[in-house]
């Protein structure tokens, strides 16, 4: 046997030992390695890994306050908030959307709309994690056949919510506004901390006024979820503050009766307490169901409100701009009396038409044959509009506008009406401004009688009137009574700006109110038949707003005008006359005529707030019958 065909037994043992050892020194190496590793996870970064594996078991999510609620001066509930069940979906969450969409429409009835809407929300600005609505108002069965089929559907929730309600919705619409999902304006514009959660913001009336206190303050809770990310409970919660109830001015009772009032008719209705300015009643007809916008108006429901002919979404109360006609004579004579432009028995004679100079063009006067001589309680009680027409010229348009400014004309007046236009108040300036044009004598001619280029809202008339109620004591028409809380009220509202109007002569106002107590109760008064038998003494003045003009020589026949065409019926006036206790405005499109469509309906609005619910003060007609037709 050759000698290189022996085995070396001693030199492969060294080698196993060799290769033992290096093998022996890798794995403590590499045991050393996972221990370090270990140590490194297990306790130099402990915490940091703890919140990892918290964030992907409990999560924060934001809880929404509870809205605050309204009620009228009775406390009766104007709005609430009511438990609505919605699907919702997280799209971070969802394993391919159009698949889950697919599934959800075949086990829910999903309409083309109310994809249309959740695609649309898909696509604007939001928060991470935030669901999106669905379909809402989920009823009992459709809420089963969901949870039968929840394990398959990733990112899809049924959340309950409460949602915004309006109990008596057309009647309170104008006055309250409504509420509605935030937009991507509003998103910008608001605190995301303190609306995380909130889905729904103040979007008219005083629900948008007070959107501050009306929603409260956020809270917290800290959930357990699975790998699915849905809900298994509640680990930690801070409960959110519930948003502040209102009281408001305005009484139910006078709302209804005002909307029952102008039923089929188009028109609006403001009533306020001259004491404190509160609006007792609000009401602008056609109404709408304010519910319908909470959580998104259909496009069908949309378009037959906007495109509707009667304008039911349109605020006439705070937002139509009507000329005042007549109702403005008292506020004139007001300012004649302290300007001097008149006196109380300055007297003029009223052919039954008007001139500025000989052969320029003729004014006439709405009854054909003239007043014959009248003064200023008689041209108030008759509306004479000649009477106004001189008087107008004498004052010219600085002093009118001057004085009609503090009545409150061409600005909002109000403090916490949202919404409310200005009007129109025409000057020198304005006209010059607008149509390059002078002031011409015949423009004071018809701002005389409240026509030409002066324009009014309802609640502007009011407002006005109510200042003649107080004698000159201003008042700003607010809608907010109380907080039913701690909070004061005057936190909330923005201060008052307007002085008293002190006249000259103090007692003029006595004589004005008693120019108005006249139209109602006098022989000669426009709306005397309106005035007859109540047991209290009112104060009124009748007025018609025309929609189009006549040509000079043209006579107005109502029953060859179409109904849209007529002119509009307005009144304003308050009730007892001595110690008011309501003002009212009271506008009917297309009524005619003012003593006649208008003013009863004031009657019967006085009638209510007086005898119906309260006790009427002040003198009884009864004890002076010899005034009253």
């Known amino acids: 046997m050759p000698w290189g065909e022996f085995k070396d ?34 306790v130099v970064e402990h915490e940091v890994y703890t919140t990892l594996s918290d964030k992907n078991r409990v999560q ?40 889950t969409l697919a599934q959800l429409g075949n086990i829910l009835e999903i309409s083309d709309e109310d994809r249309e809407r959740f695609q649309r929300r898909l696509q604007e600005p939001r928060r ?56 991507r304006d509003e998103l ?24 501050e206190i009306l929603h409260g303050e956020v809270g917290y809770q800290h959930v357990e979820t699975n790998a699915r990310g849905r809900t298994l409970r509640v680990l930690e919660r801070e409960n959110p503050v519930p948003g502040e109830d209102l009281q408001l001015h305005l009484d139910l009772r006078l709302q209804q009766r005002a909307h029952e009032l102008l039923d089929g008719r188009r028109g609006a209705i403001i009533a306020i307490e001259p004491d404190t300015g509160g609006i007792l009643a609000l009401a602008s007809v056609p109404g709408f169901d304010a519910n319908k916008f909470v959580t998104g108006i259909s496009v069908n429901d949309y378009r037959e409100l906007s495109e509707s002919k009667d304008k039911p979404l349109f605020n006439r109360a705070l937002r139509g701009q009507y000329p005042p006609g007549s109702t403005v004579k008292p506020m004139l004579a007001v300012a004649a009396l302290d ?32 007043h014959g001589w009248v003064d200023l309680k008689d041209a108030v009680a008759e509306s004479c509009d000649v009477y106004f027409y001189e008087v107008a010229v004498e004052m010219g348009v600085d002093t009118m506008h001057s004085y009609l400014a503090h009545f409150g004309f061409g600005e909002d007046a109000t403090l ?162 001595d110690n008011p206790e309501i003002a009212v405005a009271v506008i009917v499109e297309n009524g005619g005529s003012g003593s006649g469509t208008a003013a009863p309906v004031a009657r019967a609005l006085f009638d209510s707030w007086l005898l119906d619910y309260g006790q009427a003060d002040g003198t009884l007609v009864s004890d002076v019958d010899e005034v009253a037709d």
């Open 416 to 577: 916490d009406v949202s919404g409310a236009l200005s009007g129109l108040l025409p000057s020198r300036d304005w006209k010059r401004a607008v149509r390059n044009e002078p002031w011409y004598p015949g423009d004071s001619v018809n701002m005389g009688i409240g026509q030409g280029f002066m324009l009014a809202t309802p609640l502007q008339l009011a407002t006005a009137t109510a200042l003649i109620a107080n004698r000159g004591r201003w008042v700003e028409p607010r809608l907010l009574k109380d907080i039913k809380g701690d909070r004061p009220v005057e936190e909330f509202l923005p201060a008052e700006t307007h002085e008293p109007l002190n006249l000259k002569n103090p007692d003029d106002w006595e004589y004005v109110v008693d120019t108005m107590v006249e139209v109602m109760h006098g022989p000669k008064g426009t709306a005397r038949s309106v005035g007859r038998g109540a047991p209290y003494k009112m104060a009124g003045k009748t007025g018609t707003a025309q929609v189009f003009s006549l040509a000079e020589d043209e006579e107005y026949d109502e029953e060859e005008i179409r109904e849209r065409l007529r002119d509009h019926a307005l009144f304003v006036g308050f009730a007892p006359a």
């Open 339 to 370: 300007s001097g432009a008149t006196t109380r028995d300055y007297t003029i004679w009223d052919p039954g038409h008007f001139r500025l100079n000989e052969g320029g063009r003729l004014w006439r006067d709405w009854k054909r044959t003239g």
């Open 9 to 42: 037994t001693a030199a492969e043992r060294r080698l196993f030992q060799r290769r033992t050892l290096v093998m022996l020194v890798f794995v403590m190496l590499a045991i050393g390695g996972l221990i370090a590793r270990m140590y490194q996870l297990q």
């Open 188 to 211: 910008q514009r608001i605190d995301p901390v303190n609306y995380a959660g909130t889905n729904y913001i103040g979007k008219s009336g005083i629900e948008r006024f007070y959107e």
């Open 60 to 99: 924060v999510q934001s809880v929404p306050p509870p809205r605050g609620l309204v009620y009228d001066r009775n406390d009766t509930l104007l709005a609430e908030n009511r438990p609505v069940f919605s699907v919702t979906l997280v799209p971070e969450r969802v394993q391919g959307m159009d698949d």
């Open 128 to 183: 991470p994690f935030q669901e999106i609505p669905l379909r809402y108002d989920l009823n009992e069965q459709e809420m089963a056949r969901l949870a039968v089929h929840r394990h398959e559907l990733p990112g899809v929730e049924v959340k309950a919510e409460l949602v915004r309600f309006y109990p008596h919705s057309e009647l309170t619409a104008h006055a309250l506004g409504f509420v509605g999902r935030i937009n």
